[in-house]
């Protein structure tokens, strides 16, 4: 069974997919349609459901499983999926949710045994504590959160995959540089995005919260941090230091960081989370994109097109 | 005695002055001297300590209270006090720092029992509970401490007298657009700048304290807030209101604040602290200026000079 | 009745309508058709209709009343209106355009009334002359006039309602900071947006004259005083003053005033007309939206969505 | 007799300037000393007149002629005139003001020949009667008046040599371009600026009134359209579009302009102005920098040094 | 014939038309349908071509002329070309692209004879020398491509229509300010744009080649000078100066210029490439609008809506 | 011997120093006197020579070396030194300007040899050669120039320094990131900054040369590359991309670029290039800056002050 994602024109469709969205509509003519989402592991296309009526609203929702029989034809230069057959899983049928999400592509427990050794790493016991007592108190949210509703790392397990590769390159960072404080750096790598696990609604259908909105994940780690070190009875510079590098991790206010870095470590851990983002973003852009052309658009990197040599 | 901010060239001066800032130097002919700037509540003037040599050093450092005869001269195109005599306290002298410094018009014990009262007013227990918290935590530094360092309410009891200001005109406008929930905007008035008695050093030769600039008055509140919840047990949605209304009250993201205003009452805090801080501005600076003249240019009104009517 | 704006999806509709917009269009299949956006006081809708031939687009041109029997569908999630019967009105039936208009909640009559009220608060004889020569002159569009084409006031009598509310505002803040010249204050709000009736087209279907395109309600009105103290035979220097109540009350250059506030009044005018075009906006977004829900985008908020509270 | 600026380090200087400033000063050691900007037609330079008591204050305010005998010398990189005699004019020195100040290199009744000539090409009689009216009107400061403070023109009868070149390019750009409107244009370009006779105080020690800082040259012009308008008794589109001219000319909302050009002839004029500005700066800076040197930054220019070629 | 852009609704079409392109579509109703640009030289208009199989895709590309039968209709407001008969051409018709596709007013051989004039006007041998190599090692090219892919000068020898232009302006401008040096300013102007033959595809379907894209028609010609002065061994400041004309020709950075003006002839450069430029736009736009009318947003002005004045 | 950068108040000086500026001035009093910034290799100094006629000016030009005797003293807030004793080098005196300007902390010789392996590691033969070409045209000058004026890598043969250091980075970078072309990569880092030797005048006294201001070393490089390929015949796309490496290093327009890099190799080198000039720029600063203490503020870091942590 091939990606529902990597299908042509003209090929057909026999496969299990996840809902995603599901709205109701109605034709010019006045007739009731569905407007369907469909997703499996690499990625999701549109489809729609004519002649939907009541029981077809009742039986798919979003987040539900469906088996799909049908086309994928081109509609107004986007490809689309012409249904011919759905039906809703019988009881017997056990493939769920988890089969059908995009994650990242090292699994889980993998990323998470390798993101763990860089504890052994930090020497300051105030730095130590604080951070393993905020990964622990987020430890399982962490495992399957994305980092992000769209753009990079925007799948299951988006976040951790993102600050593992970003330790990886602190740690080369600090080998070259070597003024930095490598307690700093990764202990400001391991938390500036937990803040992430409130400020989203988790790996499915991703969206933000309300707090999310109202506070965002910078200024939620900040007060973890704080009632992290008041509950552990820590009082020293670190706490400071900790709160600045998540609050500058944006590298300036128009960026959402109320305080540009003032650290050398905290400018570097802004450096760091941008490479391993756009590094994200354009693998996937340019591996989708012939040699010899442009990507599409790529709205957070300043909507620039990239060139896939030839050579 | 007139204030020396309000004396004229030639005017000769006998009195007591606080040395708020005190710097050795040495003239283009190599002789060593002093500049000292001085000050009483009416302001402050540059002076020059000729041939002085360890002794002054010694005797005159910043923060210390002096005797000064002397003349008011013009020293390219700025006042500038000429000291023939200078001394330090004798024992029985019982003039203190605080007779010196500026501060707030109204006495701070007056304006106290005036903000006091808009406690009453707050009606929500979780809203009324965490302000009040907050205010006894930091009560002796609100007190004292002024609103910044330059620009507006920068005088002792400054935060005081412009919080309270504040919550007249919040007062008016509930009043006016009752759609405005009143507890939010009262408590956002009140908790907004409380975290500048950290990120101020105090009321006397004010600066910015290390956690000041590495954190910021704003982020520094907004922990506060989250910790006060905690200790009081309280988790509703004010938590949250309470944490927006002081994260956003600089109204974007290039003026320091996380996240723009998404309440409507944080929209009206915004606009409130800007009239009140301008208008101590206007006031200050037109009264200064003749009519049918224009005032300096006032660097934090966007470098603009403001005329002054003669009708 | 009611209306048309409150109505949801499947509900009949059976009442008059004005035709605020008229189009004629014709299907991929090459039928002609009719896209009409219809409105009573509580906003507007648009409803298709169908096989509309000649006869059609003669009778049902916009500016028009009618009679309208159908239902409300969803269509690509807005709301439609489905036409099932339309007819011109009979002679005898006498409702007319001003019953189907949005306008000011408060009747213009009353407003006027409030409004006249702060000419007698004017002590200054050349701005208070100047100020009723215009009102006088222009009084009669003053009280019907919306306060823009969209976003705020956008209403029959909502420059009326806007200019009244302001005024409100503006007494608070001249009691609160006794510094302000009342008379320069009132005047400026009065007179900052009466060229509007000049610059719009009126209070149906309003959209910018040629003359508000090139020229703009700020200059409009700065010529307006320059003529009045003209025939008023008026040159004190409140002819300035006002004239650059006017010209500044947009606060900067990028928002169309040739020159930023240079009086406190015109700085606080500023202010007063943002506080009050701001309430009124969120007042309406927010009525619209649930508790713990997020209101649309709004664009002349910076495009951002407010958060209505749960308390 | 050379000019005042053409001289360098080491010479000598025995000749009428006339003092453009006068300030005094105290030096460190407490000795009181004037510092005058002298100036003839060549430019200007700054003085020190030590030892200076209250009969050389009395003498020698700004605005006076005075003779001065000295020598050129170097003050921190910059010349300077040491005054070694100065005395005010006798009686039977016939020189005046008007000899000493910098001015159009053309004289400026040759200048108002050339300028009226273009008034016979303007066919349309609205625009015809407006322009020579207002011209009229300010015609005796039109032959004196800088265009500017500074940067460009700024000197007397700049502004009337800025209109006479711009015109004479307003011509070739309509001869090459058939669709401007001519009448338009021209008129245009005379009515611009005119307004600075009214912002600016006149040719001498040029600053801005306090009307030109109120409401400034663009809509002072706006008004006297009007007014010419009214009392011709125009009121056919010409007056709006005049208006439009002028209200435009800086082409931006940032440069002053409330409303972008909206006319081709507007957009038109924007750039006449611009090339003709700069023309004037750059003939004047290349004029001082050596083949193969960069002038010194240009402020008025973006700050820009500009080349000076060898070839 | 009238040409394709001129027609109203309802006008029937019998003619020859370019098509300009050309997608594959489905309708929602899933019948295959083709979506056609087809032009002539007066403009362009979209077409259906409904029940489209594999048959219709092969035959009608882009880049074919056909002959059509149809009729202009209102499609949502815009004109839309109902195709009733579509054909190949035969093969005794002898119609061609460049019969159909837009063209410069002026034929191109005329132009260029103009163009080469301005060669005999500058002295420097070597600008003369480089400029002459370049243009003949272009010159095919030239003579056929637009200067832009939309906005200005978009068609067939609009490059050269362009030049040829801004030369006319050039020269009156060197006759009004002597100062500029007339062989680098013509010399500018020739090379500025003459990149665009490399950056750019071709006359017909323009669009960027992958250099275009990634190194701009600004630092090709940088490197063709360069390589020119090589070739014919020159190596005075000419090419320097060559060079930044070219490089500096969009004035500031953020439009492309890597280098601000800093030659007097730069400078103007880029005032006569915008002057002409917005002349053409204008033009075209205003000769679509009634007089009293505004022109449709035009993109490159700003999204500016110019006025056509009725006098 | 200490070095001139390391001394304090008081602390007396006899040593070797370069005369990095010579400037002539006159004192308030007339008298003629010489500033010299004189360097060592630890940094610069400003000194008065007092009393300095014709035969010092003759003497004591800048890019001489001298011996001094004197004392450091302060000077408005400033360090300065006094000299009372200063000669020209006697003959038998070997002390040259290399041991007396700042240059890399790893000998220029040890640099080169790390430096050249890279080229090693380039597997395109078109890349490969065009770089070596390069380098081997200005090794001489890429041997000693520096990086810059000032802000970082400021010193002799800070540029090789950058380079070799960004390689290094560039290594694990193309380790983490399989996907990027090493080739373009580390052929991006050689070239970027290499136009840099014609930019600048040199290692001692460094200033823009007239053809750096006006092209700027990202032209001048692309010229380069772009003679190269013709003089090796090198015509594939490896010459575009290269370019394109060179052209978009600063990132975007603001900052010289004329395109954005649209390679993500070309993405990856604006990164290298911001990481290893800031962590030069911090390393120094912090290293000069006690714990607990900001550093000056930082003109290249957005004005910024950086922290020195206690722990």
Known sequence: ??????????????????????????????????????????????????????????????????????EIQDYRGKLQLRIKQIRPLRPDETIGVEDLIQSSETPKEQLYEEFSQYFFEIKNPNISRITRHIVRKFQEQLMTFPAATKNHHEYASGLLEHETSMLRLAKSICDLYPTLNRDLLYAGVILHDIGKVIELSGPISTVYTAKGNLLG??????????????????????VMLLEHMVLSHHGKEEYGSPKKPMLQEAEMLFYIDNIDAKMNMLKRALSKTEPGEFTERLFALDNRSFYNPTI
């Open 1 to 70: 069974m091939s990606g529902i994602a990597t299908l042509k024109v003209g090929d057909s469709v026999d496969q299990y997919l996840l809902i995603k969205q599901s709205t109701k509509g109605v034709t010019t003519m006045g007739k009731p349609f569905m407007t369907l989402i469909l997703q499996d592991k690499s990625g999701s296309i549109e489809a729609k459901l004519w002649d939907a009526g009541e029981e077809q609203v009742r039986l798919y929702p979003a987040g539900i499983v469906v088996h799909i029989g049908g």
């Open 217 to 238: 994940h910078i200024n939620i780690m900040v007060s973890e941090i704080e009632k992290a070190a008041a509950e552990l009875e820590i009082d020293g510079e670190e």
